[in-house]
């Protein structure tokens, strides 16, 4: 870079870009504020704790919900109505159901499970299936296994086709594999809207706290800020470093929170890993990767920024200089 | 340079006030610099008193910062680089004779020197207007002599300045237009010479 010459280089500083002054100023108010929150290492963590425990709720309920809705989306290749037939329907009037059916609209495929080959299927799937061998007939009913087309989409459209199937001569009475599925969906929508709840409540939380530790910040800092609005400060040069103030706290309090998540998650995995299987799902809570984590410290510091923006906008007007 | 006179409560401070946009007007206006100044958008005040330096009775420093940096405030307020505020901050210090007790806190300081501090953080923006509020309040008379002598220097250099004050004997000593004020009103201007009668009315205090 070329200086014009050493003689009108004061002046030139002088006039130096206000942008690089103003970016200079905010590192500068930055760096001050950390290094004043870093001097009372307790009572800044303890702010951010708070924070980061408020935060802890709304982001696992969150991270769950996500999850589900993962889940909810991949059941429908997975339909399958189990049509269990009349113990005197032969094999054959099963094979020629299941041929009719499987020709009939919205029906992808149909198969017919014949109950011999069901029971050598049974047997290889399970250890205690030997047992069967001490009954003298086999227990196993003859069934068609039927999937519908990708046409159903919903749980109650899948429902409306078991009835109808289950109308079918021959049919005694018919299985829906999803009504998990449809349970997960209500629970679903209920956390939803909890969700909400949650996220509105603790939001509030985290505000009042945050309001709480600014204002007090702005009492005690009242005669400087007297002072720097006698010679001439804005308001935004006097409010900007409680504004770092209340980003910092929001960010210190989203580490928090990811590092309580992380470890609510690792305890949580294994019982949820547990009920997932008991319904034939590997569903687990991911840990957080970098984009929910980015999110998540988004938020957090915005939330800062917000609470302190309330708190000066509050306070700031009733100290003037008399 | 004027002095600025009156009991307490005749209304030096108000005026000053006035003149800062501490206090705004309810009538009249009020003129600086051929600026109106109940036109003044609140929002536009801060700009204005970066035009005006002003200097406290009690100082209003920064006790948890070094001298430096509360001479430095309005500078990195205006948002200037810091490499000049250094500049101009070492020249304000040494017109008041701090150069060398920068780094100390105001509280290090004695009486004078704190209030020379405060002198000195009026004049870093170099303002064309400076205004003090009983300067020399608490100082004792050889110091307070000095202050004023510092005072008169920089109206040498065309600094307007207006010094609200009570202490008639040390205004009695400097060749400057004296304004009287009484309960709100302008009682006359006068020359220390004519302030004589004041003395022997000898109805203050």
Redesign the interface.
């Known amino acids: 870079m070329a200086e014009p010459s050493k003689h009108t280089g004061?002046r030139t500083?002088?006039q130096?870009s206000?942008l690089?002054?103003?970016v200079?100023?905010h590192f500068k108010v930055a760096k001050t504020t950390l290094r004043a929150q870093l001097n009372a290492p307790f009572a800044t963590f303890f702010t951010c704790a708070v924070i980061g425990v408020a935060l802890v709720l709304p982001i696992l309920l969150s991270l769950l919900l996500s999850n589900l809705q993962a889940v909810n989306q991949h059941w429908d290749g997975s339909a399958q109505i189990t049509l269990v037939l009349k113990q005197d329907v032969t094999a054959l009037q099963g094979g020629v159901l299941s041929d009719t059916l499987s020709k009939k609209e919205h029906i992808k495929s149909s198969e017919f499970v014949d109950k011999g080959r069901a029971l050598i299927e049974f047997k290889a799937r399970f250890k205690f299936a030997d047992a069967l061998d001490f009954l003298d007939e086999n227990p196993l009913p003859n069934v068609i296994l039927v999937r519908p087309d990708k046409s159903f989409k919903t749980v109650e459209e899948v429902s409306t086709l078991k009835e109808i199937l289950m109308r079918e001569s021959g049919v005694e009475s018919a299985l829906l594999d999803v009504v998990w599925v449809q349970r997960l969906q209500s629970i679903t929508q209920v956390l939803q809207k909890g969700l909400w709840i949650i996220v509105g409540m603790l939001g509030l939380i985290v505000t009042l706290v945050l309001g709480n530790t600014i204002r007090l910040a702005i009492e005690n800092r009242k005669?400087?800020i007297?002072?720097?609005?006698?010679?001439?400060?804005?308001?935004a040069?006097v409010r900007r470093p409680f504004l770092y103030m209340g980003m910092l706290f929001g960010f210190g309090g989203g580490v928090i929170a990811w590092f309580l998540v992380q470890g609510v998650i690792v305890i949580l995995n294994q019982p949820i890993r547990e009920l997932a299987h008991s319904y034939q799902s590997d569903f687990s809570l991911p840990v957080m990767d970098f984009g929910s984590t980015l999110i998540l410290l988004i938020i957090s510091v915005g939330l800062g920024w917000f609470s302190s923006w309330l708190a000066v906008h509050k306070h700031f007007d009733e100290i003037?200089?008399? | 340079m004027s002095f600025l006179t009156g009991h307490s409560g005749a209304g030096k401070s108000t005026l000053l006030k006035l003149i800062m946009l501490m206090e705004r007007s309810t009538q009249g206006n009020i003129i600086v610099g051929e600026q109106d100044l109940s036109r003044i958008p609140k929002r536009q005040i801060p700009y204005f008193r970066r035009h005006v330096g002003v200097v406290f009775q009690n100082h209003r420093l920064l006790y948890d910062r070094s001298v430096f940096d509360n001479v430095a405030l309005p500078l990195e307020i205006s948002g200037m680089h810091p490499r000049d505020i250094g500049r101009r901050v070492r020249a304000s210090l040494d017109k008041v004779g701090l150069l060398r007790k920068e780094k100390l806190t105001p509280i290090q300081l004695s009486g004078g020197e704190q209030q020379r501090v405060g002198i000195a953080r009026a004049v870093v923006n170099k303002p064309p207007i400076l205004l003090a509020d009983e300067p020399t309040g608490n100082l004792d008379p050889e110091l307070s002599a000095e202050i004023m002598k510092l005072f008169a220097a920089f109206n040498q250099v065309g600094v307007t300045v207006l010094i609200a004050s009570h202490d008639l004997a040390l205004i009695h000593h400097m060749d400057y237009r004296v304004i009287e004020l009484q309960a709100g009103q302008l009682l006359g201007k006068s020359s220390a010479t004519m302030d004589q009668k004041y003395f022997e009315g000898g109805d203050h205090g």
Do not use: S
């Open positions: 004061a500083a002088i130096a206000p690089t002054n103003f200079n100023h005669d400087e007297v002072v720097m609005k006698l010679v001439g400060a804005t308001h040069f003037e200089p008399t």
